[in-house]
């Protein structure tokens, strides 16, 4: 498919290639004012600036294609306090993150495979499995070999620092406030 993420205005062949249309079709639309754009200067070649399309496409009860969405940043949080759970939630929330929160590693296994994350925050002391046991899965998984992983250890654990511990990229004490986990997320997805 057409790369348009970075791009604010688009080409007729982009926006053909994003609807599945011709395009002589995109310029039809142009033509007929239907779909907003400027022309070049020159050649009078046609720009869509991409809010407009996607007010078209909105208009038009279309779909908007992937490559227009929004890119989510996705957090899941495996967390066997819910308390704590849900204050990381608003926390990651507050900074645009978009956190799924489960409270089992099983959960969290699932989770990771249905919602791509952009980072991980792991409850070490997860019933069932085990949060250590969990990362030891996460890391030998392919596709979740690279995802950033802040682990939460208990008070008795070692002692907050930047990974090596069970293979977790940051570690932080479980009584670190919700704002501190979050910033912590924060660093490692930015």
């Known amino acids: 498919m057409v790369d348009v993420r970075d791009k604010r205005h688009l080409t007729t062949g982009d926006v053909a290639a994003l609807c599945g249309v011709s395009f002589r079709t995109v310029t039809r639309w142009i033509q007929?004012?239907?779909?907003?754009?400027?022309?070049?200067?020159?050649?009078?070649?046609?720009?869509?600036?991409?809010?407009?399309?996607?007010?078209?496409?909105?208009?038009?009860?279309?779909?908007?294609?992937?490559?227009?969405?929004?890119?989510?940043r996705r957090v899941v949080v495996a967390d066997r306090d819910?308390?704590?759970?849900?204050?990381?939630?608003?926390?990651?929330?507050?900074?645009?993150?978009?956190?799924?929160?489960?409270d089992s590693a099983f959960h969290a296994g699932i989770a990771a495979a249905a919602f791509p994350p952009a980072a991980l925050v792991v409850d070490l002391g997860l019933p069932g499995l085990g949060g250590e046991s969990a990362l030891t899965v996460f890391r030998g998984e392919a596709s979740l070999s690279a995802v950033p992983v802040l682990a939460l250890v208990e008070n008795g654990g070692r002692a907050p620092s930047r990974g090596g511990h069970v293979g977790a990229d940051i570690v932080l004490r479980s009584d670190a406030g919700a704002d501190e986990v979050a910033a912590a997320v924060a660093t490692v997805v930015s």
Request: proline letters at 10%; hydrophobic letters at 40%; aromatic letters at 4%.
């Open 82 to 102: 819910g308390r704590r759970a849900e204050a990381v939630r608003r926390a990651l929330e507050a900074r645009g993150l978009v956190p799924l929160i489960v």
């Open 32 to 72: 007929r004012g239907a779909l907003k754009a400027f022309k070049l200067p020159g050649r009078g070649d046609h720009r869509i600036p991409r809010a407009d399309l996607l007010q078209f496409l909105h208009d038009q009860a279309m779909p908007i294609p992937s490559e227009l969405r929004p890119e989510e």
